[in-house]
DNA sequence: GCCCTGAGTTGACAAATGTCAAGGTGAGCC
DNA sequence: GGCTCACCTTGACATTTGTCAACTCAGGGC
């Protein structure tokens, strides 16, 4: 289930500003290096599952995750992607609450769980960050759940695209600008929409008729017109006519 | 914008084992109670607006909340409902990501947000507290989005109705069981859920025809079978037959 | 090379949902 | 009482999207 453990170096980390511990000095860090490891996973594994307790604390050093949730019959939902800097198991966590499956290769800074926790009660900087990280994951989800409102096949995907872009320009570096790596499939796309695999299809290809991308191959995106992909989204930077307040309409069916 | 304060005893908070302060003991309680207050917002008010600095730190201890967005138009979606207990604005969080309007009368438990800052700083069990409620709000608005993917109107309608059932529960002794109570319209569980308005009255009826409910009024349905409310939310106890391991099919259009 | 598999594409069709429009109901107000 | 207004309901129709199905394409193993 998971490859053997590599320690690493803190200072070459590419997290080590924006993770749980970006805010110790180098006396903590060299504290909660001791209960630290690295580990990988591969495209396809599972690191968490739903339910079963997590012996360890980690953050997503490179690579992307899904959250997702295993129904009965062996289907899978997708509920969001988790990418650098975001937690795996979290201190006070029992049990996971829902599966987390890497979608590209993955590398995790982990800690062991019980000596972590006790390093967040004596260490107001590590718990200070957690709650901020924490808080930082609400919105991010809570973001989500905006880019999927009341929004056509086309406006979703497009917004989804545009979210795919931002979180690619965070981790600087990764691709040639204008190239969207897609993490998924576009099965897993329409599971992470609403959409079925084949309306994500035909609404990716549709946007590349009308040359505001271009699919290399199906992994691989060339954007051609921003800004006609973010008229796409549906996220209004808004006709001028100033309406009567009143909630936004879907946009069609 | 807001009603004036009301201090109040934390002997008699509702939300005293939940809230932040849940893990203070007396004594740090009492230092926090030196900065706190209560204020108060009718079903409609705005408590915190996308963009503007929040001077409060708070938690809800009564009522019902809608994390919300307002397009340029003036335009509303909605994101999601907050409830007792839920924080309205953050230690750390320099402006508001959204607004945050309310859908029920609430009253609100708050901190002076300087001062509360540097408490967390200094006790660990409230930067603790805090860091658990985000990753459990974090966790509220992941459910949420998987209440959303890939099903058909009358389950996400079905679903979201358990979901408030299961809130009001919490907050036991709201209302007589089996009665669910509404905090808002259709248009708005429309938002919510990315449906037509309409669409949220005719399944709301259909579950009614179907002798799933009984629409009350129109913020008041009774449930009449939760085990059918439930088959319909889509949320498979699943049929038993084990598929090949898949995406979840949307369950229609 | 060949086959097999998984992923993606495309088309035809059906069904769910959005849109438009008309009408109903209840609360508050004069 | 009888307004008005907001909200909800219901119907008819248009459109999008899902479903089903066939086909293509690329990669891996033998």
Redesign the pocket.
Known sequence: MMDATHPTDCASCPIRDIALCAKCDDGELAKIARIKSTRRFEAGQTIAAQGEGIPLVSSIVDGVAAVSRTLEDGRTQLAGLLFAKDMVGAPGEGQAAYDIVAKTPVTLCCFERHAFEAHVEEMPHLASRLAELALDERDAARAYLFLLG???????IASFLLFLIERQRQMAGSEAPGIIR?P?????I?SLL????????????GLGRDGILQ?L???RLRILDRAALERSSGDAPAPMTPRELQVI?????
Chains 1, 2 share one sequence.
Not at 150 to 156: D, M, P, V
Not at 194 to 205: D, M
Not at 249 to 253: E, G, H, I, T
């Open positions: 009341r929004k056509t096949a086309r406006e979703k897609l998924v499939s576009r099965d897993e329409g609403g959409l079925a695999l084949e309306t994500v299809s035909r609404h990716l290809n699919i191959d199906h992994r309409p879907r946009k069609s069916a």
